[in-house]
């Protein structure tokens, strides 16, 4: 079935560093790809949606100066977490469907804890 | 707008059946899935339904579609007390790449 790869699993960094996270679909290819971030005990909020050699769509909310997506090839995309703090604390996921109508697949979602 | 709502709890003994609920707003939507989220893990597709499906039935697993009452319900044969999990029931509407749209999880612990 559908794989999607996610590194780091989990994450520790001081406030103000920035953090990359990668999301990779490991045996189908996803020219779209989606962020997700889950707070303890509360359902998934979409963040913003990854295209393949194009920019990102961000959800209202979400900064899109601060929450850096590259999606720079059909397997890869990015997350960049820049001048990280507490508040940015949080279970990160992204997500890819090989095709429209293929249902999405998760990565194991990244842990990110800012000090 | 979409909203999705599940209860937040449900606990059952091995052995017996669980039924999990979701009710969902948008009357267009298309796909219906279920995911089980583990302690520090991400989501993990179960199964799902299309919208003009009524039912569904993948070994344990057994899914109810009510379109008239926008009702779904994931039904767990025989559960285990490895299906102790959050279960999220999600809805995507319309065709092509359209968002997604979680419930709140449902968290099933399974009493040995």
């Known amino acids: 079935g559908a794989v999607v790869s996610q590194h780091p699993s989990w994450v520790i960094c001081k406030s103000g560093t920035s953090v990359k996270i990668e999301c990779r679909s490991l045996d189908f290819q996803a020219t779209t790809m989606f962020w997700y971030r889950q707070f303890p005990k509360q359902s998934l909020m979409l963040m913003a949606t990854?295209?393949?050699?194009?920019?990102?769509?961000?959800e209202q909310g979400v900064e899109k100066d601060k929450f850096l997506i590259n999606h720079a090839s059909l397997t890869l995309s990015t997350l960049t977490v820049t001048s990280a703090h507490p508040e940015d604390s949080s279970f990160y996921i992204c997500?890819?469907?090989?095709?429209?109508?293929?249902?999405?697949?998760f990565g194991n979602g990244t842990r990110l804890t800012v000090t | 707008g979409e909203d999705v709502e599940q209860s937040l709890f449900l606990s059952v003994r091995e052995g017996d059946s669980s039924v999990i609920n979701c009710t969902y707003t948008?009357?267009?939507?298309?796909?219906l899935y279920w995911y089980k989220q583990e302690p520090g893990a991400g989501l993990q597709l179960l199964t799902y339904?299309?919208?003009?499906?009524d039912m569904k039935q993948d070994q344990r697993l057994t899914v109810l579609l009510n379109k008239k009452d926008k009702h779904l319900s994931l039904r767990i044969a025989d559960t285990q007390t490895g299906d102790s999990a959050i279960y999220f029931c999600a809805e995507r509407v319309g065709g092509g790449y359209q968002k997604v749209t979680f419930g709140t999880g449902t968290k099933l612990q399974v009493i040995p």
């Open positions: 339904i299309f919208s003009n499906m």
């Open positions: 997500s890819a469907a090989g095709t429209q109508n293929s249902p999405l697949h």
């Open positions: 948008d009357s267009s939507s298309t796909y």
């Open positions: 990854s295209n393949e050699g194009s920019k990102a769509t961000y």
